[in-house]
């Protein structure tokens, strides 16, 4: 009997059980059978970020038919493909699906009747389609492989490179011949940057939250008292669920005007004044409702393997944005291009193959390229200008707050509109571009090329929040709901370049935004309305921090002569994502496994779309196959079972 532990049941660690499903049979031999152990103190399948528990007014960034836990025809993996349906399809079919089981909550139950392909389902729908999926995985497993779940937290592990593991849970321990970690979304300690403000909180008695998941802090808001004055510091996922639990949260309700499809804020009194701003100062770009009016882009044309391995061969430092970001530009570019030339055409002069092979020959920042553009897209709105997406507010300076607030309900208008009318479906096609550089991305990243400050400040800094603030934005009708409320005066906005300064005669803070030179507001709530960045030097997990502190596994570090960038990931072996263990000189850890967002293969933080050959299906699928393997080759000696 061979035995693996697999710490973290949430989404990661059930698509490494559905890919064990897969492979199992070719790789590991009957006479050899495996008992897997599946630990979270949260159910398995949602785990902690879509457990059940949450509030209901919580939703998905996501439109069910985009979500998808299962690999079809265009995943190039080595094992094999196992269809299955995804949310949209799974909500609608559910008795199809073995093993059916109803879902318990009647409100889920009602969502799930009624939900669309381009709905934008509650965090509490997605929640039951896991909990589907893992039952499914289980189902799957050939007859020599059983899983039994255990409810509780991994404190530690220890073991040596050629043999056994323990793992140490609350109230026993478990003996591996493998162990995976698919821990996921992880807490830290502040970042010291929060100190001063939680202190300033503390001694004036003040309320004051750092970045947390909105799963977990609905209680912690209570502490916010009706009318009072609160900064929330970021625009983004984090602060849409805030916003939503501190309005709707509190008893306010959205009516139609009647106009089309603007709402109405009722409040209920208990709502607090929410003062939004950003660096950006404005919410992230919506997501759209609709589908691709005409065939889809082949992506990737330009930033593909080949572009990569020509970066490669330079054999020089790079820089992201100086070396890698025109091709990546390049390829969003042909996405949105391909879209409002095939469905668009009356919106374009050139016909599309001229348009190509001219668009082939530029460089994204070429003078050559833009005068291609000018000539064969007449409206500048149907063009992508990268760096005015960037800094909707630049330069912008306004008299008053009153115009200010009137501005920003003009951009969200604007946008919402505008993403909600597929008469810009080019924007969905540069969406796609964008999502398809993460084919490339993590290999780039991996061959450590990049210069540490590029990484530093380019990929980590700059990349990642441009990537989330134009593809991670909230469904169009929470910017619809977030100018109801700037109409009830219960949303204020403040502007770009946000800062917020403490004043201690009267332990408050004081927040003012570039756009209206001179104004401040007063508050006595600083919310971080972010999702918080774990660091593996002040990890709060525990399993991580005894395995950082005995020195068994390494803080991605990239340095040069110039910079060093701790990025405050788990360093594994990009190949098959073996944890890096310093123990044993550097080298990947034949028995210890990791997967997911604390990792150093760097993904993009989504479900897999479907048809997108999603590099989360290809790492599970690598990392299943190399333990798969690793379990089949142990001597019969040396098993644990
Ligand atoms: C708030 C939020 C909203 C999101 N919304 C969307 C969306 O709408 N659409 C989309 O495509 N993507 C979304 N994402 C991104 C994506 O869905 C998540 O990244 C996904 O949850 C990642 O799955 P995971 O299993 O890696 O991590 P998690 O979901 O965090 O699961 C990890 C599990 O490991 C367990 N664990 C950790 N440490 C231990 C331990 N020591 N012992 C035992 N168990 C442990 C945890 O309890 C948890 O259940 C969202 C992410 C967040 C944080």
Do not use: C
């Amino acid at each position: 009997m061979t035995s693996l532990v697999i710490v973290g049941a949430g989404p990661r660690g059930t698509g490494l059980l559905e890919r064990i499903a897969a492979n199992a049979a070719e790789l590991l031999p009957a006479d050899r059978p495996l008992e897997i152990h599946l630990v979270d103190p949260y159910p398995p399948g949602a785990g902690r970020i879509w457990r059940h528990e949450q509030s209901p007014l919580l939703r998905m960034n996501s439109m069910a038919e985009d979500v998808t836990m299962f690999t079809d025809e265009r995943a190039t993996i080595e094992g094999p493909v196992r269809p299955g349906p995804s949310l949209a399809e799974w909500a609608l079919r559910q008795r199809e699906f073995a093993p059916y089981r109803e879902v318990a909550d009647p409100a889920v139950r009602a969502e799930l009747r009624e939900l669309a392909p381009t709905d934008f389902p509650t965090r509490r729908a997605q929640s039951a389609y896991l909990d589907w999926v893992f039952r499914r995985a289980v189902a799957d497993l050939p007859a020599h492989v059983t899983v039994t779940v255990h409810r509780g937290t991994v404190r530690r592990i220890d073991g040596p490179a050629d043999g056994p593991q323990t793992v140490h849970l609350d109230g026993g321990t478990l003996t591996a011949d493998h162990v995976a970690l698919t821990l996921g979304h992880l807490d830290s300690a502040p970042h010291p940057r929060y100190a001063a403000d939680a202190a300033f909180a503390a001694r004036h008695g003040r309320f004051h939250l750092p970045p947390a998941y909105s799963t977990d802090i609905e209680a912690e808001l209570a502490r916010i008292a009706p009318g009072e004055p609160v900064v929330l510091r970021g625009l983004g996922l984090a602060s849409v669920d805030l916003v939503a639990m501190l309005t709707e949260g509190r008893g306010g309700r959205f009516e139609p005007t009647g106009d089309g499809p603007a709402l109405r804020y009722l409040p209920s009194g208990r709502e607090p004044v929410l003062h939004l701003g950003s660096r950006r100062g404005v919410p992230y770009h919506s997501k759209t409702d609709y589908r691709l009016q005409g065939p889809p882009a082949p992506l990737p044309r330009y930033f593909d393997a080949a572009a990569v391995d020509a970066l490669l061969a330079t054999g020089r430092p790079l820089e992201l944005r100086r070396d890698v970001w025109p091709s990546m530009a390049k390829e969003i570019g042909f996405g949105h291009y391909h879209e409002l030339f095939h469905a668009h055409p009356e919106r374009t002069a050139l016909p599309w193959p001229q348009f190509l092979d001219r668009y082939d020959r530029h460089g994204w920042y070429s003078p050559e390229l833009a005068a291609l553009v000018a000539e064969a897209v007449p409206d500048p709105g149907d063009r992508i200008d990268f760096e005015r997406l960037d800094h909707p507010l630049a330069g912008l300076r306004l008299g008053s707050t009153e115009e200010l607030q009137a501005q920003l309900r003009g951009y969200i208008t604007a946008d919402a509109d505008r993403h909600a009318d597929p008469a810009h479906s080019a924007d969905l096609g540069a969406f796609l571009a964008l999502l398809s550089l993460f084919g490339q991305l993590p290999r780039l990243l991996a061959a450590r090329r990049l210069t540490a400050r590029s990484v530093a400040e380019e990929v980590d800094g700059w990349f990642f929040g441009y990537f989330n603030f134009l593809a991670s934005g909230p469904p169009g009708f929470r910017l619809r709901q977030l100018l109801a409320l700037s109409e009830a005066g219960v949303v204020r906005f403040l502007g770009a370049d946000v800062r917020v300064e403490r004043d201690e005669p009267t332990g408050t803070w004081r927040a003012s935004g570039a756009t209206v030179p001179g104004h401040t507001v007063t508050a006595t709530a600083l919310v971080e309305a972010y999702l918080p960045k774990h660091a593996l030097a002040r990890t709060l997990d525990p399993v991580l921090g005894e395995l950082h502190r005995a020195g068994r596994v390494v803080e991605e570090v990239v340095s040069d002569a110039e910079h060093t960038h701790r990025s405050g990931l788990v360093t594994i072996d990009p190949s098959d994502s073996r944890l890096i263990d310093p123990a044993l000189g550097g080298a990947p850890h034949p028995r210890r496994t990791a997967l997911g967002p604390h990792t150093s293969l760097r993904a993009a933080a989504a479900f897999a779309r479907p048809r997108t050959n999603s590099p989360g299906f290809r790492q599970n699928d690598a990392a299943a196959r190399a333990l798969l393997r690793a379990l089949a080759a142990l001597p019969a000696a040396a098993l644990v079972g």
